[in-house]
Nanobody
């Protein structure tokens, strides 16, 4: 079994900062990458950021220069540092990880966390 648990969401004023965490646990052999997505009410789930196991990152245009993704491979945890938050960043944030499990290292699969709410007030 593999589980992803996000944390760190909350209510913040515009211009403020939050740092989200996504901790993966279970029979993990390796993690190829972890992605962050967000979904605002009534809207589709959008990709936000990607961080690979070697630290490479990529970002969606709306968050470039404001959000920073990172990973602690020893802890199987990814982070999303969000600065300069705007009301339009309000959404449920989800992490997604590409994981190879112990005993099945040649068959990677994608896993989702349960999400964490981020609300930015104006």
């Amino acid at each position: 079994q593999v589980q992803l648990v996000e944390s760190g969401g909350g209510l913040v004023q515009a211009g403020g900062s939050l740092k989200l965490s996504c901790a993966a646990s279970g029979d993990i052999f390796s993690i190829g990458y972890m992605k962050w997505y967000r979904q605002a009410p009534g809207k589709q789930r959008d990709w936000v950021a990607l961080v690979t196991s070697d630290g490479s990152t990529n970002y969606a245009d709306p968050v470039k220069g404001r959000f920073t993704a990172s990973t602690d491979n020893a802890k199987n945890t990814a982070y999303l540092q969000m600065n300069g938050l705007k009301p339009e960043d309000t959404a449920v944030y989800y992490c997604n990880a590409n994981i190879r499990r112990v005993g099945r290292p040649s068959v990677p699969a994608n896993y989702w966390g349960q999400g964490t709410q981020v609300t930015v007030s104006s």
